[in-house]
């Protein structure tokens, strides 16, 4: 089917698919890399708020003293825990401190969290990244260890060293005690919903597309331009000026030629093949009308005409041995006028097909005029090629004049 379409209609429609795959993959990766930046951005904000956690229980564990021990406010995993709490107030992340040995149900670790504990107390990892399903959302998860230093020791080492109000809450034998120096005491938790991230992405993507889009377009539109006015156009007329001349046989239309690339040498040979056949064919009008001024001068009858036996060429001598005007001559049948004219048509049909080459006939034939009168003739027939096809020429000499 595209073979049936002009040159610029399947230029269009590849630029056209072009196009399209350019956007396509545009998008495909303009996505990915979106999806990797707002996932890193993500990433990099939960690192910073859990990090603001730890720098501040690690800041409140190295300026207080004995204040904890009056004051559990003033308890660094207390206060670390609260701040955390009003950092998210108001946003849709969540940042919390949980651990598998927890004393305020609100840091019990849900079953992931709990499982990445596990892990943290296993192989020492310094942080833990995922995006994870939770009932239908998904979620980017980060977790941070919390390790136990002395200061941790004060509330959670052992029964008897911790302040009176822990020893209230949190009999003896409660495992929250007896932690070590370097053990892993819970985690910073930070979960964030990828859903909302996912929204900033679709409105990046579709400005990036209308922007990289439009200059797509403008790139293509002016290869398009350019492909259409330095190879369609010029290939678009040659071949119109070609069906011009095989339609009308005029062969003086030359066409302008710049520069020196590929369409312009076709060009140039397009004229110097025009050129040559024009020459041709006034050597050849030439040579017809020489043709025909010798056998109008011949004083006998000569009478031209296809293998059927139509008639093409005569002259005046066989206007008059015919009795008929020219024009009626042409286009009737040669071997109509002989007597026994099928054997002469079997006769040429077989000596110009066999070998060697055929080199002409001469026989002696009745003929019949319009009028029906009968004459005796010599007929000297020759025979060339005109496309391909035999075309005979027949030399009529009369034998008698009754």
């Not at 892990?119 to 998860?141: D, I, P, Q, S, W």
């Not at 008059?320 to 005007?325: E, I, S, T, V």
């Not at 034939?365 to 027939?381: M, P, T, Y």
């Amino acid at each position: 089917m595209l073979r049936n379409l002009s040159l610029g209609t399947r230029l269009n429609l590849l630029l056209i698919l072009i196009f399209a795959a350019l956007i396509t993959f545009n998008a495909v990766d303009d996505y990915y890399r979106q999806h990797a930046l707002i996932r890193q951005d993500a990433v990099d904000t939960s690192r910073m708020m859990a990090r603001q956690i730890i720098e501040t229980r690690s800041y409140l564990s190295s300026v207080l003293t004995d204040e904890p021990r009056t004051n559990q406010n003033l308890i660094p995993q207390v206060a670390s825990t609260r701040i955390a709490a009003s950092i998210s107030k108001g946003t849709k992340y969540t940042l919390r401190q949980t651990s598998l040995r927890y004393r305020n149900p609100e840091n019990r670790p849900d079953p992931y969290e709990a499982e990445i504990l596990k892990k943290f107390n296993n192989n020492k990892a310094t942080e833990h990244v995922e995006v994870t399903k939770v009932n239908g959302r998904e979620l980017l998860r980060y977790l941070v260890p919390m390790v136990a230093d002395q200061s941790c020791l004060e509330c959670h080492g052992t029964y008897e060293s911790a302040p009176d109000y822990v020893q209230k809450r949190f009999p003896k034998g409660h495992y929250s005690y007896n932690y070590q120096v370097g053990e892993v005491i819970g985690a910073i938790s930070v979960s964030i919903p990828m859903a909302d991230l996912y929204v900033t992405i679709g409105k990046n993507l579709q400005n990036d597309l209308l922007y990289s889009g439009a200059i797509v377009f403008l790139i293509v539109v002016l290869a398009g331009a350019l492909f259409s006015r330095f190879i369609v156009k010029p290939v678009a007329q040659l071949s119109a000026t070609l069906s011009t001349v095989a339609q009308t046989g005029a062969f003086d239309t030359q066409l302008p030629a710049h520069g020196d690339d590929e369409i312009s040498r076709l060009i140039i040979t397009y004229n110097s093949m025009i050129k040559e056949l024009d020459s041709k064919s006034i050597q050849r009008k030439e040579s017809d009308e020489r043709y025909r001024n010798m056998i109008e001068m011949a004083r006998s009858a000569i009478i031209t005409f296809l293998k059927n036996g139509k008639i093409v060429i005569v002259n005046r001598s066989a206007e008059r041995l015919f009795a008929m005007q020219r024009s009626d001559l042409i286009g009737m049948d040669f071997f109509d006028f002989l007597s026994n004219g099928n054997a002469l048509r079997q006769d040429l049909d077989q000596s110009f097909t066999e070998e060697p080459a055929w080199e002409g006939l001469t026989v002696t034939r009745e003929i019949r005029d319009i009028r029906g009168h009968k004459k005796n003739v010599d007929l000297a027939i020759s025979a060339s090629q005109g496309d391909g096809n035999p075309i005979f020429t027949a030399i009529i000499r009369e034998t008698d004049h009754d």
